[in-house]
């Protein structure tokens, strides 16, 4: 009986995660954007892989396969947004060209892109306050 | 049961996935594009080594698994450290 419970459930879960990374693949190769193909590639592709791992240690009644699965599983799940974020922010530094029916690019004017660095946001208050001449930098009253 | 599943339903699907991000690599317009693809392509190769596991009775190839996936983040990693450096 349980045997037979083991065997559904691994065999749903590893077609849930096939039907994932297929339509990764398929999103990676059909969306019209690099952040787009991206969104597809993080999230589908994990929650994919994480499926079959997790298929592999429902199927396997021993500890230590059902503790690497696991581990491997939390691997994914903490490297691929991480990898991802770096390559959209490598993207939209040099440029990349963004898909055409876009409507707002909310990131456009705050980066420094000679620096790579987030521009100041708060525009109302650096218009308000001179600019501090102190070794402190912007503190209004570094200079007492 | 689960094992013919795995080698004749799940194996072909897992090498269409990997097939479809390779046309993405030859055609794709910039270097984030493919560094995308190889990525998707890593990942599909993590779920083909945890199945081979499963079908085999291997658990060897778990860790196999384990080992592609810290490559494919240090290499995704490097690209996209050195394509925001180069400019």
Known sequence: ?144 | MIQMIALWVILPLLSIAIALPVIRLVRGPSLPDRVVALDVMGTAVIAIFATYALINNQPAFLDAALVVGLIGFIGTIAFAYYTERRI
């Open chain 1, 1 to 144: 009986m349980i045997g037979l419970i083991q065997e559904i459930v691994s065999a749903a879960l590893l077609i849930i995660g096939t039907l994932l990374l297929l339509l990764a693949g398929i999103g990676i190769l059909r969306l019209p954007d690099i952040f787009l193909r991206m969104s597809a590639a993080s999230k589908a592709s994990s929650l994919g892989a994480g499926c079959v791992l997790l298929a592999v240690a429902v199927s396997a009644a021993d500890i230590a396969i059902t503790v690497r699965a696991v581990a491997g599983v939390l691997f994914l799940f903490l490297t691929a947004p991480v990898a991802s974020h770096m390559i959209g922010r490598a993207a939209y530094m040099i440029g990349v060209p963004l898909w055409k029916g876009m409507v707002v690019d909310e990131l456009k004017g705050h980066y420094d892109t000679r620096r790579h660095t987030l521009r100041g946001v708060d525009r109302a208050a650096s218009s308000r306050q001179p600019r501090g001449t102190g070794p402190l930098g912007d503190v209004p009253d570094a200079g007492r």
